[in-house]
Each structure stands twice: as structure tokens, then as C-alpha cells.
């Protein structure tokens, strides 16, 4: 089972998680920008953050048989504080950058005005950089901030299949269905999606245009959940040509729109010398 995970945060995942990855089939992911937790405090921060982004973080994961790629945004958790507002001015530089594939994640947290500014100015960017669009439903109030992320996709004029509406569900899936966006699905522990609830919806929605991930982060969730979801496919009746699908040929289809896919596998995991910076995956010399 070869798998493509187009939305995981890796920057707070271990090596241990690559090692994993790697032995369940994962070759290549997608990292769209975060938040920390907790607020940053300045656009240095950020700077730094998206460095390590296109930096850092594809040199990790090719250590261990992984191609990384990302995308750049300011997300919709700090798009109201004005310390980070200045980030928008700053995301032009990394939106033309080798390995970001899409403006992202982008959307609403709590639907406030300040947040309808920046999903449309972000979106915009999009147009302006040929890129797709990684969109953020909010955890509260679903299937009204998956109505008004629809809405704001249609303002902006960029075409619908450019465009992954995520973190959707059984009351969101026909909304985005009927839009011509792409569906895209977390399956996380204990919230948002498992992955019986996702072989369910895709019996009843096929598979084009689903992009199923493990959002894994710095909370409670699972890496392999890509894996788990695969597995839980083969048991429920799909085939592995079905399995391949969802699991490859969608996110490289999404993402290849950005032009700036590259799939070719950077080697079988080692524990090389190599270096970024000066700095190792091997945290210092062998006995």
C-alpha cells in the first residue's frame, strides 16, 4: 500500500513517526502551516517557522524515505491578532518557494470579520500564484462555516477544483460534494473522523475527489491513521485499485496542480551523516 498524506504537521512529530510512516507505506506528505498551541508573538516567528517548512523538515523526512512538501498561509487561529497580521505581506516571498504546493491551511476558526479578511486576502494570493487552496473548517458550527467557506471560495472566482474543503464530515460532505471542490477528511482519535465512518461515506460518495489525511499534530492523534483508513477499505469491500486511489492518485492529482510535486523517493530510510545547517538526524557521533 504506497500512501500520499496530504495534510500532516510533521514539526511536531518525532523521527520515531517517520520510521513508522515510512514501514506502513507513507513515501509522501503535505504539511500545511500551523499554529503552535499557543500564540506567536511576532512575524520573526513565523519566519523562522516557515524557514523550517522548506528547509529543515524536507531534509528530515528524506532521511527516512519520505518526500515532504508544504503549504504557506496565515491560519485562521491567529488571523485575528493584530501581531500576526503582517504575515500577509510576508507569505508573497514563500508562496514562489520549490515544495509549497498550496496556499494553506486558510478558512475560519470563529467566522469574525477579521477572519473574512483573510481567508479572501489569502485566496486571492492563490489566484495571483497559481496555487491551490487548502481550506480549514471550523470545529464549531461545521455546517454553517463550511456554507460560508463555500460562499467566499465562489466570491474569489477561483475554480472550484482547485480548492479542498477539510476536516468535513457526514453533515458536510454533500455541501462541498455538490460545490466541485475536493473533500478532504481527518481521521483523528476520539474527534472529527474515524475510519469506519470514512469507508461509510465513501460507499455512499465514491472516490473521486477524496483526500483523506491524519491531520497528526501536537495533540492526541495517529500518523498511520492513512494506513488504518486503507486497511479499514480492503476490509469493507474496496478494492486495492480503490485503496490507490484515495490514498495516491487523489493527493498527487490535487497537489499536482500546484506544478511543484516531486514523488520520486529520496531512498529507503538511513542513518546517514547527512547534513542541513550543520545539523544531523543523528543527534550526534556513534560510539
Not at 14 to 39: I, K
Not at 60 to 83: S, V, W, Y
Not at 92 to 105: I, Q, T
Not at 159 to 181: F, K, Q, W, Y
Request: aromatic share 8%; hydrophobic share 40%.
Amino acid at each position: 500500500m504506497r500512501i500520499f498524506d496530504p495534510h500532516i504537521h510533521m514539526s511536531s512529530r518525532t523521527t520515531d513517526d517517520y520510521e513508522r510512516m515510512h514501514a506502513a507505506g507513507v513515501r509522501a506528505l503535505v504539511e500545511p502551516a500551523f499554529w503552535l498551541g499557543q500564540p506567536r508573538t511576532s512575524v520573526g516567528s513565523f519566519v523562522d517557522y516557515f524557514d523550517g517548512l522548506v528547509g529543515w523538515e524536507p531534509f528530515r523526512a528524506a532521511q527516512f524515505g519520505i518526500r515532504h512538501h508544504c503549504t504557506m498561509a496565515l491560519n485562521p487561529k491567529e488571523a485575528g491578532d493584530p501581531r500576526c497580521r503582517p504575515v500577509l505581506e510576508l507569505l508573497p516571498r514563500y508562496l514562489e518557494k520549490d515544495g509549497v504546493v498550496a496556499v494553506g491551511e486558510v478558512g475560519y476558526d470563529s467566522m469574525t470579520p477579521e477572519e473574512d479578511e483573510v481567508f479572501a486576502h489569502q485566496l486571492a494570493l492563490a489566484v495571483d500564484h497559481d496555487l491551490p487552496v487548502l481550506v480549514h473548517t471550523p470545529h464549531r458550527d461545521k455546517a454553517a462555516g463550511t456554507r460560508r467557506s463555500l460562499d467566499v471560495v465562489r466570491e474569489s472566482g477561483i475554480a472550484p477544483e482547485r480548492v479542498v474543503i477539510d476536516h468535513l464530515n457526514e453533515v458536510t460532505v454533500g455541501l462541498v460534494a455538490d460545490s466541485g471542490c475536493w473533500m478532504g477528511f481527518s481521521i483523528y482519535p476520539d474527534t472529527k473522523m474515524d475510519e469506519d465512518r470514512m469507508v461509510a461515506i465513501l460507499r455512499e460518495h465514491g472516490t473521486e475527489r477524496m483526500l483523506v489525511n491524519s491531520a497528526a499534530d501536537w495533540g492526541r492523534s495517529d500518523p498511520l491513521k492513512t494506513r488504518r483508513t486503507g486497511e479499514a477499505m480492503l476490509a469493507g469491500g474496496f478494492t486495492d485499485a480503490d485503496v490507490d486511489q484515495v490514498l495516491w492518485h487523489n493527493p498527487v492529482a490535487f497537489y499536482g496542480q500546484s506544478g511543484r510535486l516531486v514523488l520520486d523517493v529520496p531512498g529507503e530510510p538511513t542513518d546517514s551523516g547527512a547534513l542541513f545547517a550543520g545539523n544531523s538526524v543523528l543527534r550526534g557521533g556513534r560510539a
